[in-house]
């Protein structure tokens, strides 16, 4: 009886600690898991979480999960769920992969009505055992048929593992992944990829310890074919590798339209075009890749529903990793109440504003373009965008009604991707339209627009009856940078570097990490007539004609910070023929083609001077990125040239810099692609060790 009284008094704590209280108005009914505890590493779970409200809704719905010994940490931030009969809400299903090590996890969701701010949770234990049975590793096939899960036994505390895999005709050198802090008694699990589809390889791993290697068992593994019914672009050599020293190519293609469709899958391939990885979520919701991260893995902006019935477009942040599993995810929903929290004046949703929107509303509409993670402390940048409503005739607009212009924000997020700070360009408390040099009434010197249904366009809520007909797609912002050694005499912390494609412009904005005021430090570009004479001056070492870059992509310092600013130059504005742009129709091939520059900047000096500018052969109108590495030579991605025949071609090369002036630079190797939507791309050693820019 005594034994009986425990169990159930262990039964009640357990519930109190688990269950919401019993006045709570939203009460968790079920969190279930796809296949019961235990489950040995390799495997998945699905978790299905329903709940109720005793208010109208909608709940939304968080899944957290804890490993051994951890804290919970967030992965799929609040999503709003879908109502049944019974007025139960059903929270859309949270896929866990059994990726880590083995041990007893903890898995929770959260239901939150955020009409109401009532919430409840409930938290479920679930072990994971290890498939290990002697000294020897496993190799464990996964759902992409070029990655493994490599699951090696413990190692001694105070070392480190990392796996070394090669092909077994050994007709490529070895791979070696990041290195991991050794677990002393539990198992150590790597993503092994990069590898060739069809092949055979051989795996082992190494451990250091006080700078000694040793290397463990050695084990086999074959990869699988690449899924026939996926749409993998055919890339061709145009000019042959020299070397093999970076021999890893990272293609990003975006799936700009609003509407669904099939695209091309994110790929990493060899330099001759061979694919050894790719990331294809489905046929009909695109993923962008913005960046790669440090020991394997991306950021990802993706298409899919997030609180605003039947949009997907740019709707999801995501970090993947090298399977293509959910590391975490927010969504635009979650971030708009979290903005709202931190009074951010525009950052609400488009939907609580009424139609024909007044003059003076604001909202937030989706992710675009670029999130970086190298801010401290492992927080995270991230590019959103803006409408607001101003008066007729803003910006030159002629047809008598208000005026929808189109803006940014940055938001930075931290570790369980909530919003701990954000810059609103449209803020002048912020420092962002209180800057004297970026006015609203500074229109893009091209002019761009955006209708509801545009490529390329974030998605517009406030266009409509009683609006003019056409967003100003103002700024375009579409790179971001974290400068952590500031030069502009900031006593502490990094700033936040950002490119405005479409006012031909890279600015600067106090961030201090976190503690800076958000104002606008300074712009550098062409001068203009608000600022004749510019923020920087250009030494124009090689007497250039047209020495500023225009409507640029992925602006980054190398070397963390102090090496040179890299730019791929599109060159927009300067090829524009007159009245909006600067070109003449009759230029000659370096002044029509698009460029990749590097400069130097002195922020004491405020001086700009080329290090390198390269005529890359061919205009891009959009897309592009540039990238220094480590050997001295320059990447870059010219993205959209149109080919004979009105076809699409995009080139990869990268340049040995024997002659830095304007000039068609002497290729290492040139690899093109037919596509329309080649956004970015980056060469590294290998998907371990990806740029820091």
């Known amino acids: 009886m005594k034994m009986l009284k425990k169990t159930l008094l262990s039964l009640l704590t357990l519930l ?12 968790i009914v079920s969190l279930t898991p796809s296949a019961k505890s235990p489950l040995p590493i390799g495997g998945a779970v699905i978790w299905s979480a329903t709940a109720r409200d005793s208010n109208a809704g909608p709940l939304t719905f968080q899944f957290n999960v804890a490993p051994p010994n951890g804290p919970l940490a967030t992965v799929i931030d609040f999503n709003v769920g879908k109502l049944s009969g019974g007025g139960v809400w059903h929270a859309l299903q949270f896929n866990w992969p059994l990726t880590g090590t083995d ?35 496993v190799v464990l096939t996964t759902r992409n048929p070029l990655v493994a899960l490599f699951v090696a036994p413990p190692c001694p505390a105070g070392s480190t593992m990392a796996v070394s895999f090669q092909p077994q005709s050994a007709s490529v050198p070895a791979t070696t992944t990041n290195w991991a802090n050794c677990l002393p008694s539990s198992a150590m699990t790597f993503q092994i990829a990069g590898m060739y589809p069809s092949t055979s390889y051989t795996m082992y791993p190494q451990v250091s310890t006080g700078g000694n290697s040793a290397n463990g068992p050695t084990v086999s593994f074959s990869t699988g074919a690449l899924p026939a019914d996926v749409p993998f672009p055919a890339f061709s050599v145009v000019t042959p590798a020299a070397d093999n020293t970076y021999p890893v190519i990272l293609h990003t293609f975006a799936h700009f339209g609003l509407k669904e469709g099939a695209y091309y899958p994110n790929v990493a391939t060899d330099l001759a075009g061979n694919v050894i990885w790719y ?37 999801l942040l995501r970090q993947i990793d ?77 047809s008598g009604l208000p005026v929808d212009i189109v803006g940014d924000m940055i938001i930075v997020l931290d570790t369980n991707w909530q919003v701990v700070w954000y810059w609103d360009v449209f803020d002048p408390a912020g420092g962002g339209n209180g800057y004297p040099k970026l ?18 366009c974030p998605p517009l809520f406030l266009l409509g009856h009683g609006i003019a007909p056409l967003a100003h797609d103002w700024l375009h912002a579409n790179a971001l940078y974290y ?8 006593a502490t912390g990094g700033d936040i570097v950002w490119s405005s494609r479409h006012q031909d412009s890279i600015m600067k904005v106090d961030y201090r ?94 001086t700009v001077t080329p ?30 040239v149109i080919a004979t025949g009105q076809a699409v071609v995009s080139y990869s090369v990268e340049i040995a810099p024997t002659n830095p002036a304007p000039q068609v630079g002497p290729a290492n190797f040139l690899l093109d692609v037919a596509s329309p939507e080649h956004y970015r791309g980056w060469l590294m050693p290998s998907l371990y060790d990806p740029p820091t820019t």
């Open 103 to 137: 041990g007893v996890y903890q898995v929770q969701v959260v239901a939150k009505d955020f009409t109401s701010g009532e919430s409840s949770s409930q938290t479920v234990s679930y072990a994971v055992t290890s498939p290990l049975t002697g000294a020897d590793p």
């Open 439 to 456: 006015p609203v009434s500074r229109t893009a010197p091209l002019g761009e627009t955006c209708s509801a249904e545009q490529s390329s």
């Open 279 to 315: 990331y294809y979520p489905d046929d009909q919701n695109g993923a962008m890749l913005t960046r790669p991260l440090q020991g394997g893995g991306t950021i990802t902006i993706q298409n899919d529903l997030a609180w605003v019935p039947k949009l997907k477009h740019a709707q």
């Open 16 to 27: 109190a600690l688990v269950s919401a209280p019993a006045f709570a108005t939203v009460t």
């Open 611 to 640: 290090v390198v500018s390269f005529d890359l052969g061919y205009y891009s109108p959009a897309m592009g990125s540039a990238q220094l590495l480590a050997d001295g030579n320059y990447f870059f991605q010219n993205p959209l």
């Open 483 to 490: 400068w952590p050694a500031p030069g502009d005499g900031n």
């Open 322 to 398: 090298l399977e293509g599993n959910i590391v975490r995810e927010t969504n635009m929903g979650a971030i708009q109440q979290e903005l709202v929290a931190l009074g951010a004046v525009d950052g609400g949703p488009c939907a609580a504003i009424p139609s024909p929107a007044p003059v003076g509303a604001a909202c937030t509409g989706g992710f675009h373009h670029d999130a970086i993670q190298s801010l401290p402390n492992g927080y995270t940048a991230a590019l959103i965008s803006i409408e607001k409503i101003f008066p007729p005739g803003t910006q030159g607009d002629k």
């Open 513 to 606: 990490d976190g503690t800076g005021t958000g104002n606008m430090l300074w712009r550098m570009g062409p001068p203009d007539d608000l600022t004749p004479a510019g923020d920087f001056v250009f030494v124009n070492t090689w007497n250039d004609p047209w020495v500023w870059f225009s409507h640029q992509h992925e602006v980054g310092m190398e070397n963390g910070g102090a090496g040179p600013m890299t730019i791929f130059d599109n060159g927009n504005t300067r090829l524009s023929p007159p009245p909006l742009g600067l070109g003449k129709g009759n230029c000659k091939p370096y002044d029509c083609d698009s460029r990749g520059i590097a400069l130097t900047v002195d922020e004491s000096a405020l």
